[in-house]
């Protein structure tokens, strides 16, 4: 019996060990993809900023407000912290298409969604929350979040390219 509990103990605490090095990894993820999205609305000219490749798509202020809602809003769900701004769609808001607001938006979010994984741990980082039909664990919606910027600064690649301007280059580490 006392073998079994002491490899209960030992293989929680090697759980334990994996989660926090799964939260620190996530954070230094978090904080790459920070800077490499602000990289990314410092390349596009101020005067391009509502610049989109036709009309069925969102310009490229659109974009990076549309990832900063998302991604307070999927790090809300981590943590169940209120959400920044969640009277007012950042996207549509003409008067924050700019690069200033732009940049000062998108870095306040990605600190709000590191702020929320800092709440994280062991014990319920992996508990089950719910977002409309949608559930994930605590850990997952700050994943889902990075998940949509990827995505979405792919898209804005696109539109760097297509005015024959070079993207930041990518730093995997």
């Known amino acids: 019996m006392k073998i079994k509990f ?34 990314y609305v410092e390349a596009m000219p101020e005067d391009q900023f509502n610049y989109k490749p036709n009309d069925s798509v969102k310009s490229y202020s ?49 600190d709000f969604a590191m702020t929320q994984l800092k709440t994280l741990n062991e014990s319920n980082a992996d508990e089950i929350t719910k977002m409309g039909n949608f559930e994930s664990s605590r850990i997952g919606w ?3 979040a990075e998940e949509h910027n990827v995505h ?12 024959n301007i070079a993207p930041p280059g990518y730093q995997l580490f």
């Open 62 to 110: 659109e974009q990076v407000l549309h990832m900063t809602q998302a991604t307070i809003g999927l790090a809300s769900n981590a943590s169940g912290a209120e959400r920044l701004y969640a009277d007012q769609n950042l996207e549509k808001d003409a008067s924050l298409h700019n690069k200033a607001d732009v940049s000062r938006l998108i870095g306040k979010a990605y």
């Open 6 to 39: 002491l490899i209960f103990l030992l293989l929680g605490g090697l759980y334990a060990n994996a989660q926090t090095q799964a939260i620190d990894a996530l954070m230094a993820d978090l904080e790459r993809s920070k800077n490499l999205t602000l990289a």
């Open 152 to 163: 979405h600064r792919g898209a804005l690649a696109i539109y760097l390219r297509s005015l």
């Open 142 to 144: 700050i994943r889902k």
